[in-house]
């Protein structure tokens, strides 16, 4: 199930579930939407994008999907893995912008 | 192993102290970036270079010092930091800007400040 508490919100998983983690954006006008994995005492990886004139995008075992209506974002995974336990942090931009503005982050346990 | 490379991993201060951190790569990378993570908080940007000249500074204190000497390495010099200036320093490249495409991460420097 998912908690949120004083610390970072955290959704835990059996391993072969599938997993949704969600984020709510700030800025109507961004436009450009990723996500990124960090693991402990690593920087933020690369997982996913998608641009606004999308409302899904599908990669390796991930799907992002993107409701501009609602400024929701949410990063689907499939047969979680115990490798893919982490915290998961959405980021936003927009057109023209070098500003990179990340979300609150979410940790996903991933259960054996 | 990420392609952007930070130096020092791990770094101890004193508030007196003067000390750098080192940020290099080799992706031909225009834009680059400094972000400061606290623990269980997302990154905070802190400034952005766009090809070598600084483009974003986020109101950050002048104890902080950034500094692009070519397009391949990012410096940032820091001087008479405080105790709650302890943090995870990251620093990012992007071929442009971040509208274009991800930021690539190096994997940090850990700061304490003593």
């Known amino acids: 199930g998912e908690s949120v508490g004083l610390h970072l919100p955290t959704l835990s998983v059996q391993e072969g579930d599938n997993s949704i983690i969600n984020c709510a954006y700030s800025n109507s006008a961004s436009d450009y939407f990723i996500w990124y994995k960090q693991e402990s005492g690593k920087g933020p990886q690369f997982i996913i994008d998608?641009?606004?004139?999308?409302d899904k995008r599908q990669g390796q075992r991930v799907t992002v999907l993107l409701n501009k209506t609602v400024k929701h974002l949410s990063l689907q995974i499939a047969a979680t893995q115990p490798g893919d336990s982490a915290v998961y942090f959405c980021a936003e931009t927009m057109d023209s912008s070098y500003k990179l503005i990340f979300g609150s982050g979410t940790r996903l346990l991933v259960r054996p | 192993d990420t392609e952007v490379t930070q130096t020092p991993k791990h770094l101890v201060m004193g508030m007196t102290n003067k000390k750098s951190l080192k940020c290099e790569q080799h992706?031909?990378?225009?834009?680059m970036y400094w972000y400061k993570q606290k623990a269980k908080k997302p990154p905070e940007l802190m400034f952005v270079?766009?090809?070598?000249?600084?483009?974003i500074n986020e109101s950050v204190p002048s104890r902080f010092s950034p500094e692009c000497p070519n397009s391949s390495l990012l410096n940032l010099h820091l001087h008479a930091l405080q105790p709650e200036d302890s943090a995870l320093y990251l620093c990012a490249s992007s071929p442009q800007g971040a509208y274009n495409s991800p930021l690539h991460f190096g994997n940090g420097t850990r700061l304490t400040v003593t």
């Open positions: 270079y766009s090809y070598e000249k600084l483009s």
């Open positions: 998608i641009r606004s004139n999308m």
């Open positions: 992706m031909g990378h225009r834009a």
